[in-house]
């Protein structure tokens, strides 16, 4: 009995400390990005047949990108995870990134504009991650992880500038977005159209 109750307390413990966490998750994401969280990892809807065959067309007629969705969290379409977004602004940074900081000016400028941030990079931090995906609505960013080689050419595909470090940490990033009319990524691969008003190189 006493090795039960033993193992209860712990279980509650742990509930509380899940708890916690996920209303901090919650303040940070409101506070620091700016954008309301109606619950932490909206759950992804299962495309019907139509559906399924527009994601198939556009995948057919757009370049193949070798960029990845950074976690299913960011998933708008279920069986298998898949990312759909529209008028996206993308941050490309080849050279990786370092916390929430670094994104803020290019968070609250695509926000400003009405569009979705399409952050791309060879790896994220998880809290990171968790802050991000914590967002809901139409400015929800998006993380997709892609090799130096990728996030160039994701960068000429939608007339973005890559984004070193400097630029991160001096805030100059928000100035150096591409941006794409419509985007489709999942665990292979990533299908983007550029936006027409956009120059490409």
């Known amino acids: 009995m006493r090795g039960f109750l033993v193992v209860l307390g712990i279980g509650l413990v742990l509930l509380a400390l899940a708890a916690w966490r996920d209303r901090q998750t919650r303040r940070v994401a409101e506070t620091r990005l700016g954008i309301p969280v109606e619950r932490l990892h909206p759950r992804a809807s299962e495309p019907d047949e139509s559906q ?22 960011f998933a708008s379409w279920d069986s298998p995870a898949t990312a759909e977004v529209t008028n996206a602004d993308l941050l490309c940074c080849p050279e990786g990134m370092g916390g929430l900081r670094e994104l803020l000016p290019s968070l609250q400028r695509a926000r400003a504009d009405h569009r979705c941030l399409v952050v791309v990079a060879p790896a994220f931090d998880e809290d990171l991650l968790t802050q991000l995906a ?9 993380a997709l992880r892609a090799d130096p080689d990728a996030c160039h050419e994701i960068a000429r595909i939608t007339g973005a500038t890559p984004a070193d470090r400097v630029d991160l940490q001096s805030g100059a990033a928000g100035k150096l977005h591409g941006k794409a009319r419509r985007l489709v990524c999942d665990a292979t691969a990533c299908w983007l159209e550029a936006s027409t008003d956009q120059p490409q190189a």
């Open 134 to 142: 914590a967002t809901t609505g139409p400015a929800r960013p998006l």
């Open 52 to 73: 399924r065959a527009a994601l198939q067309d556009f995948r057919a007629a757009q370049p193949r990108v070798d960029a990845r969705l950074a976690d299913d969290r």
